[in-house]
């Protein structure tokens, strides 16, 4: 007899508060992947870790529910990640969050990586700032990255039909790795 947990996606918003452009992304991108793997899923803004992130030195710092929500991320199968852009890059809390992580625990972890922007000059952010932060990692950053800009929603919403046709491939990319993360915890 064996015990498996179910697939596990948590999706995390750089954004300050959860009624953001990024979140509403974020969400949509998490929802769907859940949906197609079977998997169980959350999401957490930057705004769920405060106050104690900005004060916290180490993980240990932080209080009990941000510390919580930090270890959903690390442990969960797969991350959808998603940062709002601040003058070309994410914010430096968003950073932070990452500084405090130890470089080993996103090693092998597929990623989807999301970000939003006021207009198509920042779309560049998730090759030149996301990758390779992750790439620090060792995470293994989906190949296709999914940008919005504020002409992709309608409501705070996003309904681009290219832009959800792009978030639908990206997801699929998750199967392999879903899959092979299925197949372990049956085992």
Do not use: C, W
């Not at 929802?31 to 705004?47: C, E, H, I, M, W």
């Not at 993360?181 to 049956?186: E, L, Q, Y």
Request: no cysteine.
């Amino acid at each position: 007899m064996s015990f498996s947990h179910p697939l596990r996606i948590a999706g995390f918003s750089g954004s300050q508060g959860s009624a953001s452009k990024t979140r509403a992304l974020v969400d949509l991108a998490t929802a769907r992947a859940a949906a197609q793997f079977g998997a169980a899923a959350n999401t957490y803004d930057l705004a769920d870790l405060q106050p104690s992130l900005g004060a916290a030195n180490t993980l240990a710092d932080l209080a009990p529910l941000p510390r919580a929500i930090v270890d959903t991320l690390v442990s969960a199968d797969a991350l959808v990640i998603g940062s709002p852009v601040y003058k070309g890059s994410y914010s430096g809390l968003f950073k932070h969050l990452f500084d405090l992580i130890d470089p080993a625990a996103l090693a092998g972890k597929p990623i989807l990586l999301t970000a939003t922007g006021g207009g198509e000059k920042h779309a560049l952010v998730i090759e030149h700032q996301l990758r390779p932060l992750f790439g620090f990692f060792e995470a293994i950053s989906l190949p296709t990255g999914v940008y919005a800009s504020g002409a992709d929603f309608v409501d705070g919403q996003p309904v681009s039909p290219v832009l959800t046709a792009r978030l639908d491939r990206a997801v699929a990319q998750f199967g392999p790795f879903l899959t092979r993360a299925r197949v372990a915890t049956a085992a």
